[in-house]
């Protein structure tokens, strides 16, 4: 099994001329998108509330979600996202996939 990359659009809803672009690994086991906390930085998202998580590992772990625009393939959405970590990877969730 191989792992898929693709590049997508993020945006600030508050402030739409804050974007990026950057490639996401694929991850059809995650409900959320992730953002790691470079992106989030640059993007100036804030958080609308905390939500527990439990890692493939068994690990529990806290993280903020925001939300933001996602652009794939021409097609903008607004989703919630997990605001992540400084370690975190850029993850794109089912959420956002649907």
């Known amino acids: 099994m191989g792992m898929t990359t693709v590049t997508i659009k993020v945006k600030n809803p ?24 470079r992106l989030v930085k640059k993007l100036g998202l804030t958080p609308s509330y905390a939500q527990k998580f439990t890692l493939a590992d ?5 993280r903020n979600i925001g939300k ?13 996202v997990v605001l992540g970590k400084e370690k975190d990877t850029s993850l ?4 956002t996939l649907e």
């Open 14 to 37: 508050e402030n739409p001329s804050k974007v990026i672009e950057e490639d996401f690994l694929v991850d059809s086991g995650a409900a959320f998108t992730v953002l790691p906390q």
């Open 58 to 62: 068994g690990k529990i772990i806290v």
């Open 68 to 80: 933001a625009f996602i652009e794939y393939q021409g097609r903008e959405t607004a989703v919630p």
């Open 92 to 95: 794109l969730g089912v959420l």
